[in-house]
T-cell receptor, first 112, second 113 residues
Framework: GESVGLHLPTLSVQEGDNSIINCAYSNSASDYFIWYKQESGKGPQFIIDIRSNMDKRQGQRVTVLLNKTVKHLSLQIAATQPGDSAVYFC???????????FGQGTRLTINP | KAGVTQTPRYLIKTRGQQVTLSCSPISGHRSVSWYQQTPGQGLQFLFE???????NKGNFPGRFSGRQFSNSRSEMNVSTLELGDSALYLCASRLGTSQETQYFGPGTRLLVL
C-alpha cells in the first residue's frame, strides 16, 4: 500500500545552522507533495509544496527537493531559529486517491 | 481572510457517548476534510466532503460519520465512543477538489474517559 515515512523521528540543531528533514514515499503515482509544520497545540501549517514535474522549489528560508528516482523528499530550513521548533510532516497526494497521506512527522528542536 | 475554525477546542466525554464536532472552512473553500491525529497512528484521513457530498472516505468504522451543509460548514459525529477515540480531530479545507493544498484548523482535542 501507499505510505509516506520519515527517516528520523527527531532532529536537534543549533540555532543559526541549516536543518534538513527527510521523507520517503512509496506511491509512484503521487504527483504533489506538501510540507506542513505543526507547533504544539496548533493544527498543521502549510509551508511549501512541490509538484512531481519539479526537482526543487524555494520559499522564504525553506527549500524542498524532490528526487523521484529514489522517491525521496527533503525540506531544508536555512538559518534555523527558535520559532522553527515544531513537528514537520510531509504528505503526498495523488489525483487518483484524491487524499493526502501523511508521514509520521519529525520533531525539530533548536538548541540555543 | 479568516482561517479554518473548529469548535469546540476541547471536549471530554465518557465511553458510549456520542460527540459532534464542527468545522467552518476558509471563506470560498468548498471542500472539507477531516483527520484524526494520535501519537501512535499519526495523521489519518477520515473523510472529505464537497458540495454536501462525501467524496472520499478513510478506513474508519461506521461510528465515524460526517456531513456538510450548503454553506460548506461541516460536522463530524462519533457515536458509541471508545477510549481509543481520544485524539486531536483536525479539519482542513481547500478551494475545490482540483486544488491539492489543504489548510488546517486548530483541531478539537477529544478525551474519552
Amino acid at each position: 500500500g501507499e505510505s509516506v515515512g520519515l527517516h528520523l523521528p527527531t532532529l536537534s540543531v543549533q540555532e543559526g545552522d541549516n536543518s534538513i528533514i527527510n521523507c520517503a514515499y512509496s506511491n509512484s503515482a503521487s504527483d504533489y507533495f506538501i510540507w506542513y509544520k505543526q507547533e504544539s497545540g496548533k493544527g498543521p501549517q502549510f509551508i511549501i509544496d512541490i509538484r512531481s514535474n519539479m526537482d526543487k522549489r524555494q520559499g522564504q528560508r525553506v527549500t524542498v527537493l524532490l528526487n523521484k528516482t529514489v522517491k525521496h523528499l527533503s525540506l531544508q530550513i536555512a538559518a534555523t531559529q527558535p520559532g522553527d521548533s515544531a513537528v514537520y510532516f510531509c504528505a503526498d497526494y495523488s489525483q487518483g486517491a484524491q487524499k493526502l497521506v501523511f508521514g509520521q512527522g519529525t520533531r525539530l528542536t533548536i538548541n540555543p | 481572510k479568516a482561517g479554518v475554525t473548529q469548535t469546540p477546542r476541547y471536549l471530554i466525554k465518557t465511553r458510549g457517548q456520542q460527540v459532534t464536532l464542527s468545522c467552518s472552512p476558509i471563506s470560498g473553500h468548498r471542500s472539507v476534510s477531516w483527520y484524526q491525529q494520535t501519537p501512535g497512528q499519526g495523521l489519518q484521513f477520515l473523510f472529505e466532503y464537497f458540495s454536501e457530498t462525501q467524496r472520499n472516505k478513510g478506513n474508519f468504522p461506521g461510528r465515524f460519520s460526517g456531513r456538510q451543509f450548503s454553506n460548506s460548514r461541516s460536522e463530524m459525529n462519533v457515536s458509541t465512543l471508545e477510549l481509543g477515540d481520544s485524539a486531536l480531530y483536525l479539519c482542513a479545507s481547500r478551494l475545490g477538489t482540483s486544488q491539492e493544498t489543504q489548510y488546517f484548523g486548530p483541531g478539537t482535542r477529544l478525551l474519552v474517559l
